[in-house]
């Protein structure tokens, strides 16, 4: 059995020894679980699933970090009288090889407010990016290399 495996079982048996049966105890019970199986990992053989679960976690941290931010400057510049959008298309080149992971890519640039993925090149090396604030673009492209598409890279690639 994989080492997720184990620890859906894990979280099961934590909900059914303390008998809540909710999300937030399945949840106390699955971080439980990888607690344990962390510790024993030498026990079970290595895998790479705690070094993934860290990048999804990273991931998802700093995915919503990125959306304040973000938030918080676009509201800025609608709110106040000075517009400091300088609006572009920049093409990005990705790394990520898998159509999970460009999917993810896409998307997650989509729902960060102040940028729209637009398209992706055929040989799906290419991404299309508008951005809002794109006073240096060669700025932003390394921001998003060096962000997203890397965290989407560490947790569904597992590079």
Known sequence: MNTFGLNIILAIAWVAFTGSVSLVG?????????????????????STYFRRVTAWVKLVI????????????VAMDV???KHRARPAII???????????????????????????LDV???????LVHAMFADDPDALRKSLKDG???WVIDAVEGA
């Open 62 to 73: 700093m995915f919503h970090y990125e959306l304040i931010v973000s938030s918080f400057a």
């Open 26 to 46: 399945l949840i106390t019970g699955f971080v439980i679980g990888y607690g344990a199986l962390w510790l024993i990992q030498p026990l079970i053989g290595t």
């Open 91 to 117: 093409e990005v080149p990705l790394d990520v090889k898998t159509d999970t992971g460009i999917l993810l890519v896409t998307n997650l640039i989509s729902l960060t407010p102040g940028t729209l993925s």
């Open 79 to 81: 709110l106040t009288p």
């Open 148 to 150: 997203m598409e890397r």
């Open 121 to 127: 090149s055929e040989d799906r090396k290419t991404l």
